[in-house]
C-alpha cells in the first residue's frame, strides 16, 4: 500500500477521534470528503505565535556554539536509568500521523509507539501524562496526506525489525506499554507481531494497546486481507483495543446498530483475548457514543458504561491519534477504572477541540472550511488535568 493510498487518519475528521474517522461532524453523520481539504487555504498566523511576539530567532551563523577540541571528546554514553513508563509507539507520521508507536519511560511507565496526526498528535500528550516516548515512524512525510501534496519514505518490516534489534544490541528493549494504529499492509503487522512477542520475551508484564485501523463508514482504508490477521493474531495478544463502530463490525462479524449490539461485540473480543475494549465512536440512534469495556477476572461479566460524546461543528487532524494515547495515558494512572480513565479522555479531547475551534475563530478563520490542525501545546493543562466535563453511565 503506498503513500497516496495511506487510509483515512490523514483526512479531515470530525470531532472525536479522527484520523480513523472517529467522529462526526454536527451536521451530518457523514465523513467529510476524502480530497486536498488545505489546497488554496494560506496558513493561519496566531497572534500569540510567531513574529508577533516580537522575538525574531537568531540565524544559524549567530547561534553560539560550543568550543570544540580534541580535549572535548564526548564522554562515553551512560547505561540509561531504569525506566517507570516507557512506551514504543509505532505507526504512521507525517507532521501529523498514527500507525503505531514507540514510547520510552524513564521514569515508572515504557511505550511504544510508531508513527501531529500520528506520533505528533500523541508523543506530546503521553509525555505529559509522565511518559518517556520511542516514536517509531511508519512512514516519514512532510505533512500529513491531507494537503495537496506530500513526500517521503515508508518503512518496511524488515526495517522495523532492524530498529528492534539495535535496541536489543544496546539493552534498550525494556518497555512498559506497546501502542499500534494504522499499519498499511500485511508484512509489516507481521512484524510488528514479532515486536509484541520480543517485548514481551523482555517484560512479560508489557502492555499492548491497539488501535485496529480498518476503514470506517462502510470504507476500508487497508487491504482486506488484513481483517483476518487482526482477528487471529492481534486481537488475542492485545491487552487493550479501541476499535471505531466500523472496525468493532469488521473483528466481530456483528452489526452495530443498538447500544446493546456495541456491549454483546466487547463481549465478543473479551472471549478473544483483551481485557480492555473501549468502542471510541458508535452513531447510536442520532447520538455519538464511546462504548467501554473491562473485564477484571475470568469469573465475573465485564463492567461496562457509555460516554455520550459532544459534538462540535468542525473537522480536525489528529484527533484520533490524540484520543488512543488519552485513553492509554490514563487507563495507566486508573488501571482498575477504565470509566474513570475514558472520562478524563473524552473531558481531555473535548477542552483541546473547544480551544482549537476558539483559536482559528480569533484568527479570523472560518473552521467550517477545512480541517483544523490541533492547538496541542496551547492546551497542554487541558491534557494534563483536564476538567471532568464528559460523564460515564453504568450499564446495569
Known amino acids: 500500500m503506498g503513500p497516496n493510498t495511506a487510509r483515512g487518519p490523514t483526512e479531515p475528521e470530525p470531532c472525536w477521534p479522527g484520523p480513523n474517522g472517529r467522529g462526526q461532524p454536527t451536521s451530518s453523520p457523514r ?16 497572534a500569540r505565535d510567531g513574529p508577533a511576539s516580537g522575538r525574531t530567532p537568531p540565524s544559524p551563523s549567530t547561534r553560539p556554539r560550543p568550543p570544540r577540541s580534541a580535549a572535548s571528546a564526548s564522554p562515553p554514553t551512560a547505561a540509561p536509568l531504569a525506566a517507570d513508563r516507557r512506551v514504543l509507539l509505532v505507526g504512521e507520521v507525517g507532521p501529523t500521523t498514527l500507525p503505531a508507536f514507540l514510547l520510552q519511560a524513564r521514569n515508572e511507565y515504557d511505550l511504544l509507539l510508531v508513527g501531529y496526526v ?58 512498559t506499554h506497546l501502542l499500534t494504529g494504522y499499519i498499511g499492509s500485511v508484512s509489516f503487522l507481521n512484524a510488528v507481531l514479532q515486536v509484541v512477542d520480543k517485548l514481551r520475551s523482555v517484560n512479560p508484564d ?84 464511546l462504548i467501554g469495556s473491562h473485564k477484571k477476572t475470568e469469573e465475573h461479566p465485564p463492567e461496562q458504561f457509555k460516554i455520550e460524546i459532544p459534538k462540535i461543528p468542525a473537522y480536525f487532524t489528529g484527533t484520533g491519534d490524540l484520543a488512543t494515547a488519552l485513553l492509554l495515558g490514563w487507563s495507566n494512572k486508573y488501571p482498575d477504572n477504565l470509566e474513570t480513565a475514558a472520562e478524563l479522555a473524552v473531558s481531555s479531547l473535548q477542552a483541546v477541540l473547544k480551544r482549537t475551534v476558539e483559536d482559528y475563530k480569533r484568527a479570523g478563520f472560518d473552521p467550517s472550511t477545512s480541517s483544523l490542525e490541533i492547538r496541542l501545546i496551547q492546551s497542554q493543562d487541558d491534557i494534563r488535568n483536564p476538567a471532568r466535563t464528559c460523564k460515564a453511565v453504568k450499564y446495569s
Open 206 to 289: 508489557l502492555t499492548y494497546v491497539c488501535d485496529p485501523v480498518l476503514g470506517d463508514e462502510g470504507k476500508l482504508y487497508v487491504p482486506q486481507e488484513l481483517i483476518s490477521v487482526y482477528q487471529q493474531k492481534v486481537v488475542p495478544v492485545s491487552s487493550m483495543l479501541t476499535p471505531n463502530e466500523f472496525e468493532v463490525e469488521l473483528l466481530t462479524g456483528l452489526r452495530i446498530t443498538s447500544e446493546q449490539d456495541g456491549l454483546t461485540a466487547c463481549n465478543t473480543l473479551h472471549s478473544a483475548g483483551p481485557r480492555k475494549v473501549v468502542i471510541t465512536s458508535a452513531l447510536i440512534e442520532g447520538r455519538l457514543l
Open 31 to 46: 465523513r467529510f470528503p476524502r480530497g486536498p481539504p488545505h489546497q488554496g487555504i494560506q496558513p493561519v498566523r496566531f
Open 118 to 175: 500520528g506520533n505528533k498528535s500523541a508523543v506530546f500528550p503521553l509525555q505529559l501524562l509522565g511518559f518517556d516516548v520511542d516514536p517509531i515512524n511508519s512512514v516519514q512525510f512532510s505533512n500529513h496526506t491531507g494537503y495537496p501534496t506530500f513526500r517521503g519514505q515508508v518503512l518496511n518490516g524488515n526495517e522495523l525489525w532492524d530498529l528492534i534489534e539495535g535496541l536489543e544490541e544496546n539493552e534498550l528493549l525494556h518497555y
